[in-house]
């Protein structure tokens, strides 16, 4: 897979960096992931999945991340819906 990673600056200041790599984990500032991408097999299929998806922990697990994360939904009022990532150490 082919990952385009956007500097500081955002999309049109900043000149993206490109990546190939099998394996992506996108972490929250304190290292909580939030997020991952694999690909796998001889076709080249792809799992992809967030925090507060159902497979999620077991996704880190399959890829050796020894973290489990938990997602609260947060809800204020008038301005909809919000989440909270929060990973507690191995």
Request: hydrophobic share 40%; no cysteine.
């Amino acid at each position: 897979m082919i990952l385009e990673i956007i500097p500081k600056g955002g999309i049109g200041v900043a000149k993206p960096e490109v990546i190939e790599a099998t394996q992506v984990v996108i972490k929250q500032a304190d290292g909580t992931p939030i997020g991952v991408a694999a690909e796998y097999g001889p076709e080249g299929a792809h799992a992809v999945s967030h925090a507060g998806d159902d497979d999620f922990n077991k996704i880190l697990e399959a890829l050796g991340i020894d973290r489990l994360v938990i997602t609260d939904s947060l809800y204020l009022d008038g301005a909809g819906g919000a989440k909270l990532v929060r990973g507690e150490q191995p």
